[in-house]
């Protein structure tokens, strides 16, 4: 039978509890699970898209907005859409805004511009830590 004294256990278990605490500093210091540069960090999916919409469309910056928004590695089914690609602004009509969860679906007719003709799509964007991590676009056409 091993024997072992108050004052032994204290000290075993105070040491234990700050190499407990020690690697937890290190773990989150060193190998931290999240990126704060991230342009949708503390934001809702809602307004990552919208933000990203609203740079790519509105302002034109669609290249510019990609490297922000997009995630390294990002799934996109349309990489040579016009939305893309940094150049005049792009007239853009949103028809309906469908948030839930991390995924976030734009229902929204694209003017033509760029040389392209017009095109209404329904776009489909999941959210990981702050970025666009993919984007399924699907063609359609709207009656009005």
Excluded: C
Aim: proline residues 6%.
């Amino acid at each position: 039978m091993i024997t072992a004294s108050r004052r032994s256990l204290k000290l075993l278990s105070i040491g234990i509890g700050l190499l407990f605490t020690g690697a937890v500093y290190y773990t989150m210091h060193n190998n931290p699970r999240w990126d704060w540069t991230a342009p949708g960090v503390g934001k809702l999916p809602r307004d990552i898209v919208a933000e990203f919409m609203d740079q790519a469309y509105t302002k034109g910056q669609g290249g510019t907005a990609q490297q922000s928004y997009f995630a390294k590695g990002a799934f996109d089914n349309a990489p040579a859409a016009k939305d893309r690609r940094d150049g005049a602004p792009v007239p853009h009509q949103i028809r309906q805004v469908i948030a839930q969860g991390m995924t976030v679906a734009v229902i929204h007719r694209i003017a033509p511009a760029r040389g392209e003709p017009g095109v209404d799509v329904i776009d489909v964007f999941t959210i990981k830590e702050g970025r666009i991590a993919r984007r399924d676009r699907y063609p359609t056409h709207f009656t009005q």
